[in-house]
């Protein structure tokens, strides 16, 4: 007799297939955080390398079963995780996870509507809607017609925002800081524009008078792409000194806004992103400073005719005499085609929490980010490259060469002992923490400083 097939995630009967295979999951992130022991496994790439290889066939002639399955893999990823929600683990914009964001996203995987047509994703569609909206109104509140679409993160936004312009404008030439993430280069490239002109960045921020002076020698339509939340320093360019040299240069401006975006929703900090609004388009992503299950990217423009571009059309999907009867167009959301629901964690999360809730948990992380730069300028052995803006802070031993400060942070990876990052800013090289994790203490970040100076010590 053939076997019963596996049971199915959705449906009436879904939940009680998931329970006892959700204990076993919660059951070995456990035992494997326990074992792990840090904030990232010991021993390096060969020796994580090495653990994995034990585990047996990857795809054995008769299978092992769910239950081992899933004990025997979950407990080894997160035995030989990087663990974001470790307070030693510091080093990227790699946030740790709300456990309310991760319950919602086990939803959407169970469910698995897919955002391409409505009749695959009805509720979804609707929600994603509304939620979409009322974050295009917090980037852009005096906009009469602002949207926003769901992307992977900043790398698709970004992308995405020099589509827009470039179907608004044709031949299009991008002018970018110094400090701007890697990813317009790759968008020009792929998307056939010229290599974007850079302005230098001297102190961490694009500079307007630079600004102006690059728009003076570049020819034809323009788009400025200015940062809010640079990935190494975590400092934030003049937006409205920037604004107004686009405006008197017939320029657009994007921002991105990857990383500093969220703090939109801090009474405390929102004023360092006046300006904004003044953008044509903003990226921001909410699984850095939004404690989002990566991905949780969206593009928010200030005029939702500029979406029109994105208009496609596959009989399968969206024929014409569906979208005239009111069926929902979704294709023209997104350049992706299958997609998850990814807006159910941010929307539990926006209800859940609310704006006082996500602004109290940015205004913790900033905190941490000053206690840390306060603990490197007490310590003699230690410099502070500059008081943090957001959440990021750089710092190196005293009289430390470069070599030294790359060996600190490969020696502390190498041990599991903690996750720092590196950043090159005037001419050297620096650690860099980047502290994400609200449930962070003083005594974390004073052990922090206990390891790397331990390590530059020896």
Known sequence: MRAAPPPLAGGTPGPDALRPLLDTVLDALRTGATERGGPLPAGGPDAVAARTATLGAVL??????????LRTLVRALAEGAADPAHPLCAAHLHTPPLALAAAADLAASALNPSMDSWDQAPAASALEHR?????????????????????????????LALLLARERHGALRTVVGANAHHSFRRAAWLLGLPEPVTVPTPRGTMDPTALADALARTEGPVLVAATAGTTDEGLIDPLPALADVCDAHGAALH????????????????????????????????????????????????????????????????????????????????????????????????????????????????ERARDLADLV?????????????????LFR???????????????????????????????????????LNPHATPGDLAQLITLVEGSTHR
Do not use: M
Not at 136 to 159: H, I, M, R
Not at 416 to 434: E, S
């Open 60 to 69: 054995p002639e008769t299978g092992t079963g769910a239950d081992e399955a």
């Open 131 to 159: 939620v979409t909206a009322a974050l295009a109104a917090e980037v852009f509140p005096t906009a009469p017609a602002p949207d926003a679409l769901v992307t992977t993160g900043g790398t698709e936004s970004n992308q």
């Open 255 to 366: 921002v991105d806004a990857a990383y500093g975006g969220p703090v939109l929703f801090s009474r405390t900090h929102r004023r360092l992103l006046h300006g904004l609004e003044r953008a044509r388009t903003v990226t921001v992503d909410l699984h850095k400073l939004g404690w989002q299950p990566a991905a949780a990217g969206l593009l928010a423009v200030r005029e939702a005719s500029d979406l029109a571009a994105l208009d496609h059309t596959a009989d399968y999907l969206n024929a014409d005499d569906d979208t005239e009867a009111g069926l929902p167009d979704l294709l023209g959301r997104s350049l992706r085609t299958t997609r998850r629901p990814d807006v159910l964690k941010t929307a539990v999360t926006l209800r859940a929490l609310g704006r006082d809730g996500l602004g109290a948990l940015v205004d913790a992380c900033v």
């Open 377 to 393: 300028e007490k310590t003699p052995g230690l410099e502070l490259r500059a008081r943090p803006t957001l959440t990021t802070v």
């Open 397 to 435: 031993p005293v009289d430390a060469d470069d070599e030294t400060v790359a060996a600190i942070r490969r020696d502390l990876l190498a041990e599991g002992r903690a996750v720092l990052g590196r950043a090159a800013a005037d001419g050297r090289l620096w650690l860099k923490a980047t502290l």
